[in-house]
């Protein structure tokens, strides 16, 4: 995927996140991941 659409789904994420009240950390125990990876998602960064 180029850098540019994992910029525009992080941006996304972010916005559905916010959208919904939920802090990094909620939707991280809500997900079973990491905050660290949710940061890493938003920021464009997929290192999965």
């Not at 995927?1 to 809500?30: C, F, H, V, W």
């Amino acid at each position: 995927m180029p850098i540019d659409d994992l910029t525009a789904l992080g941006q996304k994420m972010r916005e559905a996140r916010k959208k919904k009240d939920l802090t990094q950390q909620e939707l991280a125990d809500l997900s079973h991941v990491s905050v660290k990876q949710i940061a890493n998602i938003e920021k464009g960064n997929l290192l999965l």
